[in-house]
């Protein structure tokens, strides 16, 4: 198996993976009725959102994707996309799109090279910085900086996460599908 792309952020002037959703109406390519494929080993799902935070809100503003239908999405007709190395198709610009979505996210930035796991998304513990945002119908409603309870997680315990508990098939199930997930609950 191989990392996992994050969908990228832009906030606050500065660049960051998405590395964490607990909540709803996150866009997904599903959304727009666009059928994905495997764009390469490390983007299983075919596709990679790009987010931005305009005047307090979330919109999706572009999107790089592996598809054969690619339908014009908010009047923006797709171009030949320029991550060819991921094998994608189709990418999506200056959509401004306002999401609707209600819960919060992870942002990270600075990953830690040594922190890197080759398997699903990276660990936030694996991030310099790590801000935590609330969400409400797309408006950001308050931010928590998390960079330093990551630093604490890291150092107590840097591979917590990083394999299976045990080689059992229900532990390295479990690993696999939490690899995967971008679920979180920071402990």
Known sequence: MT?????????????YSLIGIDGTDLYEAGDFRIETQMASTACWRGYIMIYDCIGGSLFLDGMHVRTQNAPAING???IDSSLKMLSFTHAYENLRLKTKFTGSMLLGKDFIDSMYVHMGFQ??????????????DGDIISE???????EKLRNQDPDKGAQPESRADEDVSKWISDSFSRDYDIE
């Open 144 to 150: 928590s900086d998390l960079s330093e309870r990551m």
């Open 76 to 78: 923006v007709d797709p």
């Open 123 to 136: 660990r936030a513990m694996a991030y310099g910085k790590v801000i935590e945002l609330q969400i409400q």
């Open 3 to 15: 990392a996992q792309a994050p969908d990228q952020f832009r906030y606050e002037g500065e660049q």
